[in-house]
């Protein structure tokens, strides 16, 4: 009876980390004009992966090769959002996921 209560508790803990991991991802639901800017964004060639980690926070890849041009597509993005979405929040731009090259915020 003991093995089956910690055989239980062990797989709900495993299975909560993982439902938590996908809930919060999808935590925060997209209002209509972020998605709408972030499909435009993703049309364009320069960006790899375009992603929101919360409601003020976007993530654009971008290919190594536009390393030296991260500082110019984060503002040229928050000039155009800033109109678009109407709300504060940071775009980093990155090539390797969690390091951001650059910052631009609208506040």
């Known amino acids: 009876m003991r093995t089956l209560v910690i055989s239980v508790l062990v797989l709900g803990l495993s299975l909560s980390l993982f439902t938590t991991d996908s809930f919060a991802k999808n935590y925060y639901p997209l209002t209509p004009s972020q998605k709408h800017f972030t499909a435009i964004i993703k049309q364009l060639r320069t960006f790899r992966s375009v992603q929101w980690e919360s409601p003020v926070s976007m993530w654009v890849q971008i290919p190594s090769s536009q390393k030296s041009r991260a500082a ?13 979405l109407k709300q504060p929040f940071c775009v980093h731009i990155y090539v ?3 390091t951001s090259l650059s910052r631009s915020c609208v506040y």
């Open 96 to 98: 390797k996921k969690g």
């Open 72 to 84: 110019e597509l984060a503002n040229a993005i928050e000039d155009r959002a800033r109109d678009a």
